[in-house]
Structure formats: C-alpha cells, structure tokens
T-cell receptor
Framework: ETGVTQSPTHLIKTRGQQVTLRCSSQ?????VSWYQQALGQGPQFIFQ???????GRGNFPPRFSGLQFPNYSSELNVNALELDDSALYLC????????????????FGPGTRLTVL | AQSVSQHNHHVILSEAASLELGCNYS??????LFWYVQYPGQHLQLLLK??????LVKGIKGFEAEFIKSKFSFNLRKPSVQWSDTAEYFC?????????FGAGTRLTVKP
C-alpha cells in the first residue's frame, strides 16, 4: 500500500461522454502525475501537476485535462471519450527529489479501469 | 522524444535461476533510470533507481541494475530468483521532461 487512493475503481462510459477520475496523494507529497496504461503496455505519461499547476505534459490531446487542489489531490478529466481511451488510469504522487524534477520516486495508486463502449 | 525498449515480453524461469531483464533507451542526454515492479493484484512499486554515481545500483529483494551509458542500457539482474518474484517488471526513464515506461516484462518463476 502506498497511501495513494483513486476513485472510482471501475467505470463504464459511452463514446462522446465525459469522465472525471480522482486521486488523493500520499501525505506530504505535492506532485501528482497521471498515466494511461493500455492492456499489455507500459504506463504512458499524460501530465504532471506540481503545487496546483501543470508541470509537464505527454503526447495527449487537449481533451485530457487536469486539476490539482490545495490539498494536492487531483482530478483527470477526459472529454469526448473515444474507444481507444479504454485503459487503466494510474495516478502517482511524489515530492521533488534533492536533485530536482525528475529525480522523485513516484508512488502509484491502484488505478481506475475505464471502459468506453 | 525518448523511447524505452524492454527486450523480453515474457520470461519463464525455475526457482534459483539467474535473471537478467534488458532495458534500452534512446535519449542521449542526462536521464534518471528506474525499475518498477507490479506483483499480481498490487500497485506498481519502485525496485531501484539510478541518478548518478556508482552505475551498479542495488534495490529491494536482492535486485540490482547496471547503468551502461555507452550502450544506453539499464539491465535488471538477480542472481537467484524465487517463486515470489513472479510479477511484471517495468523499466522507466526520466529525462526531466517526462517519465517514459517500457512495455514491461512478465516474469514467471516456476517452483
């Protein structure tokens, strides 16, 4: 157990709908990263939030957006869902390491399994 | 943008066999390197990491990895695997812009 929680556990949506996924970070962590993990693949970086601001983004379209709140919890929003958005969405929390950005150890939550029909 | 390659999709070993899982990345600049493990039904967790210094790093549960800069590699090793090492192993590279994961290697250890 890492102390990172995600909700909901599972979600089924239809194409075109919108979805919001939630993540509570581990106590003391101010950075949250979101990943998409398709079946049989490694996690793909969506974006990272640090102190409520986006702090890096992977190769995902603007319909993937996020928020981080003052308590460092975070939301991932996906608009206009497509079939290919079906995946496990992982949240990871961390604090910047001594070496700065990129050196932090990320602690992962259990993920939200999203199915788009 | 960098890419991360894990050479083996599925590795099957008997207990006490030695393990080496390959990981190569494409980025030529400074990177931080990680191995994560996901045991059945559990979260991804960190095995070990390399930022700088001694290129041979030791992690939890007897795992180690060697960073070879000239080969852009960060292979994971364990001298003698146990049944409890059955899991999925992911190599990850952080180039200070984003974190990239390999596709993963599933390790099955037969008792």
């Amino acid at each position: 157990e890492t102390g990172v929680t995600q909700s909901p556990t599972h979600l089924i949506k239809t194409r075109g709908q919108q979805v919001t996924l939630r993540c509570s970070s581990q106590s003391g962590h101010n950075t949250v990263s979101w990943y998409q993990q398709a079946l049989g693949q490694g996690p793909q970086f969506i974006f990272q939030y640090y102190r409520e601001e986006e702090n890096g983004r992977g190769n995902f379209p603007p319909r993937f957006s996020g928020l981080q709140f003052p308590n460092y919890s975070s939301e991932l929003n996906v608009n206009a869902l497509e079939l290919d958005d079906s995946a496990l969405y992982l949240c990871a929390s961390s604090s910047p390491g001594i070496g700065g950005r990129g050196t932090d150890t990320q602690y992962f939550g259990p993920g939200t399994r999203l199915t788009v029909l | 943008a960098q890419s991360v390659s894990q050479h083996n999709h599925h590795v099957i070993l008997s207990e006490a066999a030695s393990l080496e899982l390959g990981c190569n990345y494409s980025y030529g600049g400074t990177v931080n390197l990680f191995w994560y493990v996901q045991y059945p039904g559990q979260h991804l967790q960190l095995l070990l990491k390399y930022f700088s210094g001694d290129p041979l790093v030791k992690g939890i549960k007897g795992f180690e990895a060697e960073f070879i800069k000239s080969k852009f590699s960060f292979n994971l090793r364990k001298p003698s695997v146990q049944w409890s090492d059955t899991a999925e192993y992911f190599c990850a590279v952080n180039d200070f812009m984003d974190m990239r994961f390999g596709a993963g290697t599933r390790l099955t250890v037969k008792p």
